[in-house]
């Protein structure tokens, strides 16, 4: 299910049924978090805020996928906010993620070209800085890098995109992290942090985030570049090639 313009889009059915079914699966893609949490996730101010909603079900009607995205205004240049997404344990690892992302940056790369797009989102979790940052297709697009400074201009987005979430006070800019990013639970969002492929991303994010704090990550998407990966992409599919997955590509 997506929805586009969920203000008007998602229905009140609709906004029931998710309150009634979506945070028990939630719970189990963030094991630290509570149902009530994302029934507050789930209230009619925050959904009436996003810009997109993308809801996987089941056979049996039940949600096992989501992504939602926020389209933004931050450092003064057009944003794609990563508002949430996550994956039942049952179905992680089958492409469901990357899938419904490709079809929601598709569309946000489409309308921000010729200009480069910028990602922006709060994580703690390693697997998707590995994924977002090999989805540019480049090493010098996404921020922070370790050993690497953070260009103005993406200190000025990130700085916004803390505003926005009303934690200007808890940034370093010089690092991206928020001190305390995922303070309405105890523990933070999972009981224990995700691994990625990668074991000095890991290492990286051990060092510099405790339970509760996230970083800022921006990637910036070049329209042409993905483009010609999108044309490669269907090209192998049409020729029923296969590229090599990982599991930072499924994330």
Not at 39 to 59: A, E, I, M
Not at 62 to 89: E, I, Q, T
Not at 116 to 128: C, D, E, I, Q
Request: aromatic share 8%; hydrophobic share 40%; with cysteine.
């Amino acid at each position: 299910m997506l929805w586009t313009e969920v203000c008007t889009q998602l229905s009140d059915p609709a906004r029931r049924y998710l309150r009634d079914t979506f945070p028990a699966v939630a719970v189990q893609a963030f094991t630290a978090t509570t149902e009530q949490y994302w029934h507050n996730w789930l209230s009619d101010d925050n959904l009436d805020r996003l810009s997109g909603l993308v809801v996987v079900l089941d056979t049996a009607g039940l949600p096992v996928a989501w992504v939602a995205s926020n389209d933004r205004m931050f450092g003064g240049r057009k944003c794609f906010y990563a508002n949430s997404a996550g994956v039942h344990p049952d179905h992680q690892g089958t492409g469901i993620s990357s899938t419904i992302w490709r079809v929601v940056l598709r569309a946000a790369i489409a309308k921000a070209a010729p200009r480069s797009l910028y990602a922006v989102m709060r994580t703690g979790n390693p697997l998707v800085y590995g994924a977002w940052s090999a989805a540019t297709g480049r090493t010098d697009a996404t921020w922070p890098t370790p050993g690497s400074e953070v260009p103005e201009h993406v200190q000025r987005i990130a700085a916004d995109a803390v505003a926005d979430l009303g934690q200007a006070d808890r940034l370093d800019p010089r690092s991206l992290v928020i001190t305390d990013a995922y303070d309405d639970t105890e523990a933070g969002l999972w009981t224990q942090r995700p691994t990625s492929d990668r074991s000095d991303i890991d290492e990286w994010f051990a060092s510099i985030l405790g339970p509760r704090d996230a970083i800022v990550l921006v990637v910036a998407f070049q329209p042409m570049r993905i483009l010609v990966g999108e044309v490669r992409r269907t090209m192998r599919r049409t020729l029923g090639l296969r590229s090599s997955s990982s599991r930072s590509s499924r994330a």
